[in-house]
């Protein structure tokens, strides 16, 4: 479980950041930036990890709890499958970052990232590799930003249930890239993204 030792060291208002959905074929980045104004109770920092390791329903109840608790602020962004085609996947999850800290109720004086690059921000970052495992502020934000980003895709499902998009989230499973070989790719899905086109190499007349 990550613990308060980056956000003590560093002093001020620290947001901790993250994103959900750099690998996936389909659907949008989602980014969450999480401040405690005060530490977490002991039951909602013994719910706080990284978001891979907690099951859906953990996930799920973490993320009530913490838009439940007064203290934490919170702010969301996103970058659109558009954004992702013209800029690349690495500089939109740095602007859903960047969205996402912007979005905060109240300026942090520091920014924690995870992972080895820093959106551009009006107040100093830091990156920490492997932050979601470090820092509670980063694993808070990295189940919002995948709680999020899982409902948005479930959304997407009822549009369009032929992909399975509710039961996969857009990652490139055998379920994912059966439907797309049958269907070809809808809207949604990255056609910059390798695998989107080879399909539409091979569906192609």
Known sequence: ???????????????GVDEAGRGPLAGPVVAGAVMFLRPPSAQLAASLDDSKRLSSAARVAAARALRDDPSVLIGLGAASV???GHLNILRASLLAMRRA?????VPPDLVLVDGNALPTLPCPGQCLIGGDGLSVSIAAASILAKVTRDRAMTRLHARYPAYGFAEHAGYATRQHRAALLAHGPCVHHRRGFG????VLAAVAP
């Not at 800290?101 to 109720?105: A, F, G, Q, Y």
């Open 1 to 15: 479980m990550p613990d308060l030792s980056w956000e003590r060291a560093a002093g001020g208002l620290v947001a």
């Open 82 to 84: 558009r954004e992702i």
């Open 101 to 105: 800290v912007m979005r905060l109720p």
């Open 195 to 198: 695998t989107v086109r080879h």
